[in-house]
T-cell receptor, first 113, second 114 residues
Framework: EAEVAQSPRYKITEKSQAVAFWCDPI?????LYWYRQILGQGPELLVQ????????DSQLPKDRFSAERLKGVDSTLKIQPAELGDSAMYLC???????????FGDGTRLSIL | AQSVAQPEDQVNVAEGNPLTVKCTYS??????LFWYVQYPNRGLQFLLK??????LVKGSYGFEAEFNKSQTSFHLKKPSALVSDSALYFC????????????FGTGTKLQVIP
């Protein structure tokens, strides 16, 4: 079982609905990442936090996606409204610093109907 | 902008034979380089990293990687492949200094044939 906790593992919902993913990183890890991984591709960074601050959200579709890490510990990624093209694996990772190895959760597989 | 290329979508190797998974990168300055492995329906797991020093880096599960600055490569190797090594392998790079985003390659599927 992964050290980084993510829930839910699977989510099936209809387009236009709201979806939320939760991530609890390894204790003491200041850096937290959310990635989107489409089948057969590498992870694409959506947002990176340093403690509670956003360091990079340049690839986050801000019209529908939001992310927060209010107390600098766990984090939530939200999509509203979901679109068919959002179907993918959403991975959370954490690390001690941004040049250190990342530890990944097992992800949330999202299917939009 | 930095980039990572994994030229082979899939590598097939017989069990017990040596394996190589290729990675080349493009980055300004000296890089940090990483290899990760992903099993089906799981997140990525860290295998090894190059920060500085010895060009041959040893990692988990008997894997190693060789950093070649002149060829901008960081190939993953293992002397004797196991069936359980069959998985998806990702190379990643990040430049040094300040905040730098990690860029992942597109992945190479390793199939070890019994």
């Amino acid at each position: 079982e992964a050290e980084v906790a993510q829930s839910p593992r699977y989510k099936i919902t209809e387009k236009s609905q709201a979806v939320a993913f939760w991530c609890d990183p390894i204790s003491g890890h200041a850096t937290l990442y959310w990635y989107r991984q489409i089948l057969g591709q590498g992870p694409e960074l959506l947002v990176q936090f340093q403690d509670e601050s956003v360091v990079d959200d340049s690839q986050l579709p801000k019209d529908r996606f939001s992310a927060e890490r209010l107390k600098g510990v766990d984090s939530t990624l939200k999509i509203q409204p979901a679109e068919l093209g959002d179907s993918a694996m959403y991975l959370c990772a954490s690390s001690l610093a941004d040049n250190q190895p990342q530890h990944f959760g097992d992800g949330t597989r999202l299917s939009i109907l | 902008a930095q980039s990572v290329a994994q030229p082979e979508d899939q590598v097939n190797v017989a069990e017990g034979n040596p394996l190589t998974v290729k990675c080349t990168y493009s980055v300004s300055g000296n890089p940090y380089l990483f290899w990760y492995v992903q099993y089906p329906n799981r997140g990525l797991q860290f295998l090894l990293k190059y920060i500085t020093g010895d060009n041959l880096v040893k990692g988990s599960y008997g894997f190693e990687a060789e950093f070649n600055k002149s060829q901008t490569s960081f190939h993953l190797k293992k002397p004797s492949a196991l069936v359980s090594d069959s998985a998806l392998y990702f190379c990643a790079v990040t430049p040094r200094g300040g905040y730098q985003k990690v860029t992942f390659g597109t992945g190479t599927k390793l199939q070890v044939i019994p």
